[in-house]
T-cell receptor, first 114, second 116 residues
């Protein structure tokens, strides 16, 4: 069964550094998402992406965050200047065109900011 | 603002028991509700999706029900096995229109332990 692939599985970075988290969605998916889960807290929506543009974003997704799908394959989340509070598990998800299709999530990237 | 709550926070049962996990949500204007399984350090695996017009969905030993008007869903697991041990999350999709249809609001999860 096709899977959503995320790399790296664990990223450690120093405060203030830029990080890029990568995702390879399932090939027939058209809608893409980033979620995050801070340790011990709920999974939170960050951003949705369709037709090469952001369709919706949460209050968390401020100017420090950006997403892109540069080559029609990879879907990336960039954090320009990481803060300690950005430490979390970041999940990429996707779904095909049908609205009532379940979201398929990747295994996540654990980001640790020191 | 939609709030999703799951009860209990943790549950420990012996193998073979039938069990029920509960999920409640404050805004009944939902498009669908999904139940996910999360293993430690892993991603979310979709178990069942119930559309707002449906009352229940079944997959193997799992049965999910939805009462939209009262803002409740239950996940019933029959004949539990140690391999069912995981965190179970419910999430609702708002019926708010727009193009994303992916802004799920999650509950905090129920940690299930099934011991042999």
């Amino acid at each position: 069964e096709p899977e959503v692939t995320q790399t790296p599985s664990h990223q450690v970075t120093q405060m203030g550094q830029e990080v890029i988290l990568r995702c390879v969605p399932i090939s027939n998916h058209l809608y893409f998402y980033w979620y995050r889960q801070i340790l011990g807290q709920k999974v939170e929506f960050l951003v949705s992406f369709y037709n090469n543009e952001i369709s919706e974003k949460s209050e968390i997704f401020d100017d420090q965050f950006s997403v892109e799908r540069p080559d029609g394959s990879n879907f990336t989340l960039k954090i320009r200047s990481t803060k300690l509070e950005d430490s979390a598990m970041y999940f990429c998800a996707g779904r095909p065109r049908v609205i009532n299709s379940p979201l398929h999530f990747g295994n996540g990237t654990r980001l640790t900011v020191t | 603002k939609q709030e999703v709550t799951q009860i209990p926070a943790a549950l420990s049962v012996p193998e073979g028991e039938n069990l029920v996990l509960n999920c409640s949500f404050t805004d009944s204007a939902i498009y669908n509700l999904q139940w996910f399984r999360q293993d430690p350090g892993k991603g979310l695996t979709s178990l069942l999706l119930i559309q707002s017009s449906q009352r229940e969905q079944t997959s193997g030993r799992l049965n999910a029900s939805l009462d939209k008007s009262s803002g409740r869903s239950t996940l019933y697991i029959a004949a539990s096995q140690p391999g069912d041990s995981a965190t179970y999350l419910c999430a609702v999709l708002p019926n708010a229109g727009g193009t994303s249809y992916g802004k799920l609001t999650f509950g905090q999860g129920t940690i299930l332990t099934v011991h042999p």
